[in-house]
């Protein structure tokens, strides 16, 4: 390429330069008229056809992702139960008792339950707290409470004759 001579600080457009003329971006080619050749393939439109492709034959078919096989699941699971364990003696503070318990262990008396006795605490704090609703009604005067004219076997409901459970 020629590099045009300079005078007085001006320049002259050369001659073969303006004979040219720069192809637009909407250039047209008339009938008939070819475009040149693309030139050499490009590599990477070389390798992208089997780049792509090759996702697909390397993955399984689709059914193999239906559902995960039981040895999977399995695992899962034992994670998942290790997972909540941990929370829950993290939350629940199961290790702080523990703590507790470790360094108060003369202070405190294991002893065995005795299942009837239980149940008879449970029972006669179930009796009286019955009790104390049964007087409750009675001595409020509501309207559940039989007049003193109707005979007790009136019919007023359950409610206005509370038996003992």
Same mark, same amino acid.
């Given at each position: 390429?020629?590099?045009?001579?300079?005078?007085?600080?001006?320049?002259?457009?050369?001659?073969?330069?303006?004979?040219?003329?720069?192809?637009?971006?909407?250039?047209?080619?008339?009938?008939?008229?070819?475009?040149?050749?693309?030139?050499?393939?490009?590599?990477? /439109?070389?390798?992208?056809?089997? %780049? $792509?492709?090759?996702?697909?034959? =390397?993955?399984? !078919?689709?059914?193999?992702?239906?559902? *995960?096989?039981?040895?999977?699941?399995?695992?899962?699971?034992?994670?998942?139960?290790?997972?909540?364990?941990?929370?829950?003696?993290?939350?629940?503070?199961?290790?702080?008792?523990?703590?507790?318990?470790?360094?108060?262990?003369?202070?405190?008396?294991?002893?065995?339950?005795?299942?009837?006795?239980?149940?008879?605490?449970? /029972?006669?704090?179930?009796?009286? %707290? $019955?009790?104390?609703?049964?007087? =409750?009604?009675? !001595?409020?005067?509501?309207?559940?409470? *039989?007049?003193?004219?109707?005979?007790?076997?009136?019919?007023?409901?359950?409610?206005?004759?509370?038996?003992?459970?």
């Amino acid at each position: 390429m020629a590099v045009p001579a300079r005078t007085c600080g001006a320049s002259r457009p050369d001659p073969a330069r303006t004979a040219l003329r720069w192809p637009s971006r909407g250039s047209r080619l008339g009938p008939g008229a070819r475009r040149p050749a693309a030139g050499p393939p490009r590599p990477l /439109a070389l390798l992208l056809p089997p %780049l $792509l492709l090759l996702p697909l034959l =390397a993955a399984p !078919g689709a059914s193999a992702y239906s559902f *995960p096989q039981q040895h999977t699941m399995q695992h899962w699971a034992r994670r998942l139960e290790q997972e909540i364990d941990g929370v829950m003696r993290i939350f629940g503070g199961v290790q702080q008792l523990r703590e507790i318990y470790k360094d108060n262990r003369n202070l405190f008396e294991v002893q065995e339950n005795e299942p009837q006795k239980l149940v008879e605490k449970v /029972a006669g704090d179930i009796e009286s %707290l $019955l009790d104390r609703k049964v007087q =409750a009604l009675k !001595g409020d005067g509501c309207a559940c409470q *039989p007049d003193a004219d109707q005979p007790i076997g009136s019919a007023q409901g359950p409610a206005a004759h509370p038996q003992e459970i």
